[in-house]
């Protein structure tokens, strides 16, 4: 009797066949496409995160800075909560609105100082105009040469107003460059947050 010769199985069903690539439906697939895609935007992502990282340190730093010199107080420092994910420019509106005021107020101020008889009392009020201005905002070294120039108003003291407001430009003009560089900080960092 004739040996049944032992049927092979068929070369697709070895145990040792090469897997088929997988479908686009498939898990694998997708894992495949998301690396091959997005793999670069992933790694921009992250280096924008770094940055934001480390220019809200340096922002960190330089509020400091400035509170250390005295030119801004707590309540400067209170303001940097209302900074939110949907106020994130809160800050940067509040000191550009400051500064625009004030240049302003220093016009109307030395508009009122050349006249040849000086009203006290429109001077007076500019002066706690600018005053109430300056402490909301927390400028604690414009604010006490503001609080010098509001003396001299009450004294009607035309020299004492002209020194009082020469200290208190000279104050503003240093916060000024300070906030410049704060606002360039908070610039970039909102740039690279919208970027996520």
């Known amino acids: 009797m004739?040996?049944?010769?032992?049927?092979?199985?068929?070369?697709?069903?070895?145990?040792?066949?090469?897997?088929?690539?997988?479908?686009l439906s498939s898990p694998s697939i997708h894992s495949f496409l998301y690396l091959l895609f997005f793999s670069s935007f992933s790694h921009q992502k992250m280096a924008n995160i770094n940055n934001i990282a480390a220019l809200k340190l340096?922002?960190?730093?330089?509020?400091?800075?400035?509170?250390?010199?005295?030119?801004?107080?707590?309540?400067f420092l209170q303001l940097q909560v209302l900074r939110q994910p949907f106020r994130c420019d809160i800050i940067l509106r509040l000191v550009t609105t400051y500064c625009n005021s004030c240049k302003d107020l220093f016009s109307s101020l030395s508009h009122q100082l050349d006249q040849e008889r000086v009203n006290y009392e429109r001077l007076n009020d500019l002066a706690l105009d600018f005053y109430a201005r300056t402490s909301s905002i927390g400028a604690e070294g414009v604010r006490r040469a503001c609080a010098s120039l509001i003396e001299a108003c009450e004294r009607k003291d035309k020299n004492g107003c002209s020194l009082a407001l020469y200290w208190t430009k000279n104050r503003f003009s240093y916060l000024r460059g300070r906030f410049e560089t704060l606002v360039k900080m908070e610039r970039n960092i909102i740039y690279l947050e919208n970027m996520l």
């Open 58 to 75: 340096q922002l960190y730093n330089h509020i400091r800075s400035m509170h250390d010199e005295g030119l801004v107080n707590q309540q």
């Open 2 to 23: 004739a040996k049944t010769q032992e049927q092979q199985p068929h070369p697709n069903t070895w145990n040792n066949s090469k897997p088929p690539f997988p479908s």
